[in-house]
């Protein structure tokens, strides 16, 4: 089993120094990544002394409604992530990790597990954009988009760091974001287990029936 335990005020601290361009390398070497795990024989469960708190978050989902974070997910196992559709590698093999794990759980666990997709580029991944992006991973998968200060100050409570999306010299666009899935209990609603970048599918897989059921991975 590959759990590992970190008090939540050095994961903040590393967290707050952690941020990853997709498609390029971290901006530290001390990443939250390398405490979670991510290398050969590392940890890729990282299980929280202190959970963090469920941030109070309302923004846009891919239908154009406002969704409530809180409300919507509401004792349910919940997998967050931030991220953007316009990243080369990173995200979308996250998310495809996910998918891939969540087709192996039985049915009635799979329509109880929310995974949500946060957007850190909101000006690009519009409702529209988010949707079709989603929908290739898991059309049960929840998208949000919305005014950038929002979206970096909730993750900023999850010790999640992003900056706004800027254009390099070549003309590319890089959303610098931290690359931790955060794992929420159904039974507390906080958030107890984190995912370095370096989680397989085969981790997701073995560890999703105990997070279903808020049981540490």
């Known amino acids: 089993m590959r759990t590992t335990r970190v008090t939540v005020a050095a994961l903040v601290a590393a967290a707050a120094l952690t941020l ?3 498609g390029g390398e971290p901006v530290k070497p001390d990443s939250v990544t390398q405490i979670a795990g991510g290398q050969s024989g ?3 469960a990282t299980v929280l002394d202190r959970p963090f708190t469920k941030p109070e ?3 846009t989902d891919t239908t154009g409604k406002p969704w409530n974070l ?5 004792g349910k196992p919940t997998l967050i992530y931030f991220g953007y559709t316009n990243c080369p590698d990173v995200c979308p093999l996250t998310m ?3 998918a891939v794990a969540k087709k192996a759980l039985p049915k009635a666990d799979q329509d109880n597990l929310r995974v949500v997709f946060v957007t850190t580029d909101p000006e690009r991944d519009t409702p529209a954009s988010l949707g079709p992006w989603l ?3 898991d059309p049960a998968f929840v998208g949000l988009t919305g005014d950038f200060a929002t979206i970096q100050a909730a993750a900023r409570t999850l010790g999640i760091g992003i900056e706004a999306a800027k254009k390099e010299a070549d003309g590319s666009v890089v959303s610098m974001h931290g690359a931790q899935v955060i794992a929420f209990s159904p039974k507390t609603d906080e958030g107890y287990v984190l995912y370095s970048e370096g989680a397989t599918v085969d981790d997701y897989t ?3 029936p105990k997070l279903i059921k808020g049981e540490n991975p």
């Open 70 to 74: 809180r409300e919507q997910t509401k």
């Open 96 to 98: 495809s990790n996910i």
């Open 135 to 137: 929908n290739a991973q």
């Open 206 to 208: 073995k560890d999703l």
């Open 20 to 22: 990853s361009a997709c």
């Open 57 to 59: 978050l309302v923004l």
């Open 42 to 44: 590392a940890k890729a």
